[in-house]
């Protein structure tokens, strides 16, 4: 079997691909240099010329709430292109199955935490990450739709705050934990007293290991088409991947701080916005079908922080 991965260079695309190289099936990659997936003439040429027998989509242009606010237009523009010309090429050339990668801010700013999968379209979502999200939903909704219409297996599946090594530690560019990471890191480093957070270290959130992620993937790609429909609906789908637990931004500063060695004062920036107040996942239905989170929050920061300091003189930038 030959399964095409988009995004093997991300964090979760590179777990996943090697998972599946470890099982030895034969991963076909291109990198953005040789396959722009906003570009729909290249697209369609790869997937003529390759013709896999499935596509794992996890390319995505991601960031945190400074990225979101700061490139809304390139947020929803690049992540619809992309999510649009690959699961239509892939069905073009005859792929019949394809699992897609989302993301848990595709709930409303006030759902019911925590977040079934029937939340999804029911309220207003999160202003500071809404381009992404609509993006996201639209992704769902395409998968869902070419099943209805053509009768393929197109799956999706919406991760929690992935973490782990692969992450991206920009300053400004980065999700929470790993700016939490490189912040404490730095603050050890210049022997600082003092470290700001953002907000008021009250908004909760979720966090998976990418390798939870990969694992939780290929358990939903390889399912049996009857137990997928036995525990979706044709157009509620999607499946949460998550931990079921959640921790407050302070409490994770604190577990950041621990793990880094960093012993001075934590502070919060109440001027910085919080973002939702909680994003917790319902994992109920996954969890049905027989998978759970192995990894806890307090091993897998020790090791991506291991995975960090092997790598600091690369993430400069």
């Known amino acids: 079997m030959r399964i095409y991965v988009a995004g093997h260079r991300g964090m979760v695309g590179g777990a996943i691909t090697r998972k599946l190289v470890a099982r030895g099936?034969?991963?076909?990659?291109?990198?953005?240099?040789e396959l722009d997936l906003t570009d729909q003439t290249a697209v369609r040429a790869f997937f003529q010329s390759e013709k896999p027998d499935a596509v794992v989509l996890?390319?995505?242009k991601v960031g945190g709430i400074h990225a979101n606010n700061t490139y809304p237009a390139q947020f929803i523009y690049e992540n619809l292109m992309m999510e649009c010309n690959v699961i239509h090429q892939a069905y073009a050339a005859g792929v019949g199955k394809l699992l897609q990668l989302g993301s848990s801010c595709i709930y409303p700013r006030e759902v019911p935490q925590p977040m079934r999968?029937?939340?999804l379209l029911t309220g207003i979502l999160e202003p500071t990450n809404e381009p992404y999200a609509v993006a996201k939903i639209a992704g769902i909704k395409l998968c869902e739709s070419y099943n209805r219409q053509y009768g393929v297996d197109y799956r999706s599946v919406m991760p929690t705050n992935l973490y782990g090594p692969?992450?991206?530690f920009h300053p400004e560019n980065s999700h929470v934990l790993p700016a939490l990471i490189r912040r404490f890191h730095e603050a050890v480093r210049d022997g600082l007293d003092e470290v700001v957070i953002w907000g008021s270290g009250k908004p909760r959130r979720e966090f998976l290991h990418v390798d939870d992620m990969a694992e939780a993937s290929l358990f939903v790609l390889d399912l049996p088409l009857a137990d997928y429909q036995a525990n979706t609906q044709p157009m509620l789908s999607h499946i949460n991947v998550g931990t079921g637990s959640d921790v407050s931004i302070a409490e994770l500063a604190q577990m950041v701080a621990d793990v880094t060695g960093y012993q001075g004062r934590i502070t919060q920036d109440a001027s910085k916005p919080d973002g939702t107040m909680r994003k917790l996942m319902d994992v109920s239905r996954l969890g049905d079908m027989g998978w759970r989170a192995s990894i806890d929050l307090p091993t897998?920061?020790?090791?991506t922080y291991r995975w960090f300091l092997e790598n600091y003189a690369d993430l400069r930038h």
Do not use: F
């Not at 099936?25 to 240099?33: G, I, K, P, Q, S």
């Open 166 to 168: 692969g992450d991206n």
């Open 58 to 60: 996890a390319a995505a």
């Open 300 to 303: 897998g920061l020790a090791e």
């Open 25 to 33: 099936v034969e991963v076909l990659t291109r990198t953005h240099a």
């Open 117 to 119: 999968e029937d939340a």
